[in-house]
């Protein structure tokens, strides 16, 4: 059974509200399809990304179709990484291999930051958008990216931020916009952080700021580092096929820490 399953569209449909979020996850199908695709939401904030999560819904592909759409919710305010399963068998007890591969090796993920609600008033919030925590590389720390957007065009945006509980520096970024982003750096594999943004309008002359309320916090777990050597040099900017071993480890003293595994 050759088959190849791809995201077509993720999206919250609105309206927005404070407590649950409606997600449209939308996908296809290249060459033969299975009985069936179940779809995983893991909240990227409270666990390891490793795992599939909670079953949200069980989509059924006995009609014909050339897409298929998958909608449901899950709680409002919180990052999510949407995995698309494709099963065989029943529903009831499905196989665990597809052609003498485990089933597992056939999911593919996307990630979205489920909007809750903006807050009125004046001055409306921005809302995280997205979330990208990065293990390091050879080239960059470990650090997690922000994002986020605005209702309305702001002069300044401040980040607030935890590490496991704790504040850390506050971030600035200037600049009228609508939208921005801003890196965290470095991170702690493993450690939990949230993330919010308000934006200010300049007050005039006197270089004060009228500041909107927080937006709502978002949270995600940094990401481990990378176990995969060829991970670790996909990453690094560097062809694991063109580049021999032995002439990047230029006399370390073990590849685990070439890799800074220890």
Known sequence: MAFEIQFTGLKQQPPYTDTTATILAQFAFTGLKPDFVQVYAVNLGETDPGG???????????IPDFTYDSVFTVPAG????????????TKDNPDDQIDGEYWESYCVWQEIVARASPT????????????????LNLKQPDRITVKWSSPQAYDKFLIWWTQNGADM??????GTATSGSWTASPTVPG???????KGGVSGGILGNYLYSDWS???AVVAAQHSLSLRQFLTSSGINPA???????????????????LS
Request: charged share 20%; hydrophobic share 35%; with cysteine.
């Open 52 to 62: 599939l999560g909670d079953i949200v819904d069980t989509v059924d592909l006995t």
């Open 78 to 89: 919180y990052f999510y990484r949407i995995w698309l399963c494709p099963r065989s068998g």
């Open 120 to 135: 009125t008033g004046q001055r409306q919030p921005p809302w995280v958008s997205g979330l990208d925590p990065e293990p």
């Open 169 to 174: 520096a506050q971030g600035e970024v200037d």
């Open 191 to 197: 450690a939990r952080y949230t993330f919010a943004v």
């Open 216 to 218: 709502k916090a978002i």
């Open 242 to 260: 063109a580049q021999g071993v032995s002439s990047l480890l230029k006399g370390q003293t073990s590849l685990r820490k070439f890799m800074k």
